[in-house]
Each structure stands twice: as structure tokens, then as C-alpha cells.
């Protein structure tokens, strides 16, 4: 059974950060590219950040500069460094897993930016 748990959201001001970490069980994690998506309510799932096997990275142009996504395959984990956080950064974030066709969601973790 494939599990991608997250954790590491809160309720934060601008300007603030927050690390968020997705772990993974129940796949190869060192073979799945992973990545962050982010939902606001009534809007579209959008890509945040992703990070290929092999450690190469794409991220949003919104975040370039302010976010980093990070691996770490001896715990099966994937981080988010959300840095500079602006109140339109609020949203439900979701960890993503892809390999060969093969793709999974977590549950999502809310990211609240506001004063």
C-alpha cells in the first residue's frame, strides 16, 4: 500500500517560512520523481516544484527564488523550503510521486500565510 504523508503546515505571516516534508511508503522511492502541488480554494491544482530521481529540479515561476524542494532517499522523504511567504502562497499543499505511468497523491497539508 502506497502511503505519501505530510506534514510541516501551519499558519504563518508574510515574510515567514515553513519547511514541509512528505514521506513516502510503499514504492521504490529513489525511482520516483516527486513533487509539490498546491490547491487555493476554487482554483486548479498547480505545480509548485518538482524533483527528478536523478535530484534535477522545475519549480513554478511564482516561487523561483523563495522555495526549494529537496530529496532525501535513505528516508524515503521529500521537503519543501517555502521561504518569503506571501498570502497568495495560501493554499492546500500536496505531495506527488511519478514513476512509469505509475502516480500517487498524499492528503494534502494546509499553508496558511496571513497577518
Known amino acids: 500500500q502506497v502511503q505519501l504523508v505530510e506534514s510541516g503546515g501551519g499558519l504563518v505571516q508574510p515574510g515567514g517560512s515553513l519547511r514541509l516534508s512528505c514521506a513516502a511508503s510503499?514504492?521504490?522511492?529513489?525511482?520516483?520523481?516527486m513533487g509539490w502541488y498546491r490547491q487555493a480554494p476554487g482554483k486548479q491544482r498547480d505545480m509548485v516544484a518538482r524533483?527528478?530521481?536523478?535530484?534535477?529540479?522545475v519549480y513554478a515561476d511564482s516561487v523561483k527564488g523563495r522555495f526549494t524542494i529537496s530529496r532525501d532517499n535513505a528516508k524515503a522523504t521529500v521537503y519543501l523550503q517555502m521561504s518569503s511567504l506571501k498570502a497568495e502562497d495560501t493554499a492546500v499543499y500536496h505531495c506527488?510521486?511519478?514513476?512509469?505511468?505509475?502516480?500517487?497523491w498524499g492528503q494534502g497539508t494546509q499553508v496558511t500565510v496571513s497577518s
Open positions: 510503499g514504492i521504490i522511492f529513489s525511482r520516483y520523481a
Open positions: 506527488h510521486a511519478s514513476f512509469l505511468g505509475n502516480d500517487y
Open positions: 524533483i527528478r530521481s536523478g535530484g534535477s529540479t
